[in-house]
């Protein structure tokens, strides 16, 4: 018995033209699929460059994502008010308030503040009694260490014998002798 082969224009389809044709079918199929996941894939890439782009003119006009208020010295009441009992040693001058930067990176949906002040060596002490710890713990106790949590925004790389301890949500890093600090405030996706 003869198989009778499909006819097209006039003339019998080959078993080898079918394979071509199936073949060039599939080929454009994949062309297409793999089309559209670079597609896809460009574009996402893309949206991240344009994130990363906002997220960095942000942080550097001091404003952070999902932060209560921008990072300036405008704001050191709003700032000072997130979370219980922060706030500066008694007559302490802020030098400046700056968006915690390096820990809103490392942690998604995080936002901070680093408050830079100087205050006197008594005023400073009584700040730190007054938050459970003995002021003479300042001089007891060794350095901070550079990569501690807490100490990721600022740069003790010029402080003489930082001394740290956190409370709340917040982080205190002192320079000693003393005079000099920074009171790091930290919040959201932690």
Known sequence: MRVKRPVVGGEEVTGRQVLVVVAVLVGIGVFWVLFGVGYLFLSSAQVERSAARASASASAAGVQVGAPCPADVE???????????????????????????????????????????????????????????????????????????????????????????????????LERPLGRGWLVIRGGGM
């Open 75 to 173: 704001h050191l009441d709003e700032i000072l008010a997130i979370g219980q009992d922060n706030s500066l040693p008694e007559g302490a001058e802020v030098v400046s308030v700056e968006p915690a930067v390096n820990f809103a990176e490392a942690i998604p949906g995080g936002w901070g503040y680093v408050i830079e002040f100087t205050a006197s060596d008594q005023a400073i002490r009584d700040y730190v009694t007054d938050r459970g710890y003995y002021g003479e713990y300042l001089d007891a106790y060794p350095t901070a260490d550079p990569d501690a949590d807490g100490a990721e925004d600022v740069d003790l790389s010029g402080v003489t014998a930082p001394w740290m301890i956190g409370f709340g949500n917040a982080d205190l890093i």
